[in-house]
Nanobody, 119 residues
Framework: QVQLVESGGGLVQPGESLRLSCAAS????????MGWYRQAPGKERELVAD???????TYADSVKGRFVISRDNAKNTVYLQMNSLKTDDTDVYYC?????????????WGQGTQVTVSS
């Protein structure tokens, strides 16, 4: 079974930092794109950031300049360094991996990790 194991979430105060990690295992194909999404109650799940196997990155406008995504291809692990956290960043963050093989995309999700930013 494909599994995405997340770690690093927690409770922090505004202005502090967290680093999320997500390791993929059991994939049949390479994880071409790995990233992070977040979802708050009553809202759609939205892309926070993703990164391709070659290092190309995409960021949501709301996190540009504050968050940095990176990956270790050998370990199939993606990281999200979250700096200058705001209360609006409070969400469940989901790891995502996409693999391309046999002519189509495969998509996998982690269970989600809670990030709470509060005074």
């Amino acid at each position: 079974q494909v599994q995405l194991v997340e770690s690093g979430g927690g409770l922090v105060q505004p202005g502090e930092s967290l680093r999320l990690s997500c390791a993929a295992s059991g994939s049949i194909f390479s994880t071409n794109i790995m990233g992070w999404y977040r979802q708050a109650p009553g809202k759609e799940r939205e892309l926070v950031a993703d990164i391709t196997s070659s290092g190309s990155t995409t960021y949501a406008d709301s996190v540009k300049g504050r968050f940095v995504i990176s990956r270790d291809n050998a370990k199939n692990t993606v990281y999200l360094q979250m700096n200058s956290l705001k209360t609006d960043d409070t969400d469940v963050y989901y790891c995502n991996a996409k693999s391309y093989g046999l002519g189509r995309w495969y998509e996998y999700w982690g269970q989600g990790t809670q990030v709470t930013v509060s005074s």
